[in-house]
Each structure stands twice: as C-alpha cells, then as structure tokens.
C-alpha cells in the first residue's frame, strides 16, 4: 500500500517553489496557461523523498505512514526530474534532495520580493501597495493601460489591460510567488522567436501521455524549455534569462543582450 500525499499538500509543495521544479539543474516552470482560456496546465509532480511503500527508492521503515505522506517528506519536480531521482538513490540521497527542495523555497521567496517591488513601482507609489486593504479594490491607468487589484486572503490579485479586452492575469501569494498567470489569449496561438545565432543546440524528449519537451540552449546563459500536446500545441514554457512576451501580437521574444559603449 502506497502512503500517497493529499491533493492540499501537493498543491503546497507546488506553490512553496512558485510551480518551479526543485533540481537546481532544470528550474523548469511546470505550470502554465492551457490552450483552453480559463484553465491552467500543470505539468509537475509532487515526488516522495523517501519511498511511498517497500521497494521504492530511499525507503526508511522507521517512518510512520503518517510521515511517510506527509509535506515533510515531499519534493516539488517536473516530470522528467522525478524519474530522474529513482535511477539512482546513492546519488540523489535523502540529504541531497532536501537541500534541492529548501534552495528552491529560497529562490522562490526572494523572486518574490523582487517580484512585489517591480509590481508596486509599475502601477502604484511604495507607500500605496504596502496600505492595500483585503477585499478592497484598487486601479490604476499609466500610458493608455489599465491595472487593477485587489487583496483576498493571502493572495494579490492582478489585473493588467493592456489593451481593451487585452487582459493579463497574476495571483501573488503572501511570499511574492507567482501562483498563477493567464494569457489574454490561448497560449498555442502564440510564438517563440529567438533571435538568429543566439542558438547553441537543442533536445526533444518524449513524456508521460505523448507530451513533448524541448530544451533550447543559447548564448549568454539563455535557456528555453517548451512542452508540447500530443497534437504539437505549446501547452507550458520556461525561459531563464528572460524573455519579452508581446501579447498583442501574441509573440514571445528571446533576443541577445545589450551591451552599452563606454
């Protein structure tokens, strides 16, 4: 019998690292706008540290059922990377894995004060953002576009119009993770343009149900991880360094650097 964790812990494993997987090698973002508007694609796995039954990879009798499925004993990673854990325990030990899973909750909370202080200064005076009242509703307009939000609980909600009817959506939680995002259009209706030459090599690997995953490399650090449906619509990516996402023209753009002359 295996001692299974509960939907609310890992939905918490997921939110704790902002749905990013916890191998500090990948940081690929599991979570992402679905091809049907209103729904999100998840594409993460809440793995156990310690087996969830007899034979399982890094078993320890001692543990209680309770323990065994509790948030304790659970890593946040995507697909690929909880496979990867079980090729071999005398590498990916219990020590190694719980060192991953506290580095991620780490990077999450400072993405997160990065995060609140790019928000704040984009649509609203410091002084204002930290005096947002729960349940109350705030707008403001700067260049023609729109932001709105409100505070519910421990989440931030936030509303940015780009454009009439252009609408993209975040949820923030109480530590600055990003929790949740919506493209004002299906996410397999945009593209991802690189720029010419900034590409070194690329992988494709097959996942669970037919889904796919390309890994693009590139210069200057640049990391871009793409996963795909069984019919070739981009369902989630990832990029590291950063990306500009045009959703007018619905275009997601990885250029070079720029560097200024001295």
Known sequence: MRDDFKQEIKETLAKRVAFVCSNPECNMSTIG???????????GVAAHIT???KGGKRYDETLSAEQRSSIDN?????????????TDEKKYT???????????EKKAATRLNKQIDQNSAMFADKGDFEKIKENGYYEKEFSGQKVRYYLQGPFLHIEHELR????VYYVIDELGNLVDTKFPFPLHEYSIKIDDGLILNSKKE?????????????KWGKVAI???????????????KGATIDHINKVILVTAPTFEKK
């Open 33 to 43: 706008p679905n091809s049907e508007q209103g729904k999100s694609t998840n594409i």
């Open 51 to 53: 087996a969830a039954s």
């Open 74 to 86: 659970g890593i946040w990673l995507c697909q690929t990377c909880s496979k990867l854990i079980d």
């Open 94 to 104: 219990i020590e190694l894995l719980k060192k991953w899973r506290d580095i991620n």
């Open 164 to 167: 009439s009817g252009i609408i």
């Open 206 to 218: 097959i996942l669970d149900q037919n889904y796919s995953k390309e890994t693009i490399l590139m």
């Open 226 to 240: 793409i996963t795909k449906d069984p019919d070739g619509k981009m369902v989630n990516f990832h990029i590291e």
